[in-house]
């Protein structure tokens, strides 16, 4: 498809087990980014990626959380030891500019609904 | 942590009506970039306006800066049933990621 990719689209666990989610950006866009939103508020930055360089991450939680974009294209969330507070919208997006000092334009996917039980 | 606030945090306006969201910001930025809604889907782009830019236009959207008061506006012009969405403010502090505000929710009653 054209659009950011993410999968799963709905993912239900128990406390304690590992997840992954699955982004696959725009082809050809060079920058990815990863994002939190609880119902009824924005989105939260965690983490974000130009290619395979991974350029920013201040923005995860604690050490339970990692991502990856081995190749510069699919990135993976990682949630190790889920807790209930976990449980959110992690959105993915993707952009053409791999610029230093200009954010520009965000594609976002559809998300991926996690609820830790 | 959020960088910019909405103001109001919901508006319920008739359909054909204009609506004016606020956003305000804490720290200097190279652009400022407004987002829409719909239900829980996905975010969707709408306008983007730099820090050297006073106003900007977009079909029935219309965008004002005001770096000296760290603030902007978003205009929706003769507004409509499917104007109705939440809309996020995201600003760009120049560390190559936007930082969204918390979202006013536009309700337009038919």
């Known amino acids: 498809g054209a659009g950011v990719s993410q999968s799963p689209r709905y993912k239900v666990t128990k406390r304690g087990q590992d997840v992954a989610l699955r982004c696959d950006p725009i082809s050809g866009h060079v920058s990815l980014y990863w994002y939190r939103q609880a119902l009824g508020q924005g989105p939260e930055f965690l983490t974000y990626?130009?290619?395979?360089?991974?350029?920013?991450k201040s923005g995860l939680p604690n050490d339970r959380f990692s991502a990856e974009r081995p190749e510069g294209s699919i990135s993976t969330l990682t949630i190790q030891r889920t807790e209930q507070r976990d449980s959110a919208m992690y959105r993915c997006a993707s952009s053409t500019l791999g610029g230093r000092f200009d954010t520009g334009e965000l594609f976002f996917g559809e998300g991926s609904r996690l609820t830790v039980l | 942590s959020q960088q910019g606030e909405e103001d109001p945090q919901a508006l319920s306006i008739q359909e054909g009506e204009n609506a004016t969201m606020n956003c305000s910001y804490k720290?200097?930025?190279?652009?400022l970039q407004w987002y829409r809604q719909n239900s829980g889907r996905g975010l969707v782009h709408l306008i983007l306006i730099r820090s050297n830019e006073r106003e900007k236009h977009s079909g029935r959207l219309r965008v004002t800066l005001d770096t000296s008061k760290k603030s902007s506006s978003l205009l929706i012009t003769a507004s409509r049933a499917a104007d109705t969405a939440s809309y996020f403010c995201a600003t760009d502090a120049g560390a190559q990621k936007l930082v969204f505000g918390q979202g006013t929710r536009l309700t337009i009653n038919p």
């Open positions: 720290t200097s930025i190279n652009n």
């Open positions: 990626f130009n290619y395979e360089a991974q350029q920013d």
